[in-house]
């Protein structure tokens, strides 16, 4: 049996009159979408028309929740307590799935967003708020993380996991990602990033800044969509990753398809 792959992309990311990346061409490669919910970036207007394009295109909607951080874009870290990253989290579900209730849809999954989602795969109480606000505002909100406390503690709950691979970010050896504030953190040689890709999805390896081979499941592959040339890079992963013989669906047929092979 072939590989079956979600591939996502952060979209509604602006805040009122400015724009960052160009959602509608990533609606036409992606099959799920983490779509900002205030914190970070996006605003009600934002996310009507976000949830509406991914409706229309048959995209499956994800959650982005942030620290309350929108000036720093999310990318800072913040002395919040863990019932604050609850609470905000929660705070960001509710707004999104009014949108997604409006549209006649829900939403299908929860990605954390930038610091907040670095530190929940190695903090065990940023982990438990998210997991514990996950699932209590429903049982089958899919989370989706790297391997790490957050995915464990949202398999704890009974949740389903979405593991991610990020193909354009490099790996420290334990799997965490290497800080942004660190030279390589970011690749941005496009053949490297696609021979990444496969190799991730295809063959379950990816390799770290320093060489070591990592075993990864990604259920899901994120696309940066805010860099020169995302979405020609974009449109090339997904046309290699088919011609490898992978199946691009939504996050909860990517998870159906892997409880079904199990």
């Known amino acids: 049996m072939g590989r079956t792959v ?7 990311e602006g805040f009122g009159a400015y724009s960052l990346g160009d959602d509608s061409a990533l609606l036409e490669i992606v099959s799920s979408a983490n779509i900002a919910c205030g914190f970070h970036a996006g605003d009600p207007d934002i996310m009507d028309r976000t949830v509406a394009e991914c409706v229309r295109r048959g995209v499956s909607i994800g959650a982005h929740p942030s620290f309350p951080d929108l000036r720093g874009f999310g990318r800072r870290a913040m002395d919040l307590t863990a019932a604050e990253v609850r609470n905000d989290v929660l705070y960001q579900l509710g707004a999104l799935s009014a949108f997604a209730a409006y549209h006649g849809t829900s939403v299908a999954h929860i990605a954390p967003h930038g610091r907040l ?4 795969a190695t903090r065990q109480d940023y982990a438990t708020a998210v ?3 996950a699932s209590r505002f429903r049982t089958d909100l899919i989370v989706l993380a790297q391997d790490g406390e957050l995915a464990q503690a949202a398999a704890g709950r009974g949740l389903p996991v979405a593991i991610v691979g990020i193909a354009d970010r490099a790996y420290e050896d334990d799997g965490t ?3 942004r504030s660190q030279p390589g953190a970011v690749i941005h040689d496009p053949a490297t990033i696609v021979d990444r890709t496969i190799r991730m999805v295809c063959e379950g390896i990816i390799e770290s800044a320093s060489g070591v081979r990592l075993p990864v499941v990604a259920d899901t592959v994120l696309l940066h969509g805010d860099n020169p040339g995302a979405v020609d890079l974009a449109r090339l992963i997904r046309k290699e990753l088919t011609a490898a013989g992978v199946t691009i669906a939504p996050l909860p047929q990517v998870l159906a398809a892997k409880a079904e092979a199990a």
Request: hydrophobic share 60%; no cysteine; aromatic share 0%.
């Open 117 to 120: 989602g670095n530190l929940v």
């Open 6 to 12: 979600d591939l996502v992309a952060d979209l509604g």
């Open 131 to 133: 997991a514990d606000a």
């Open 177 to 179: 990602l290497v800080p």
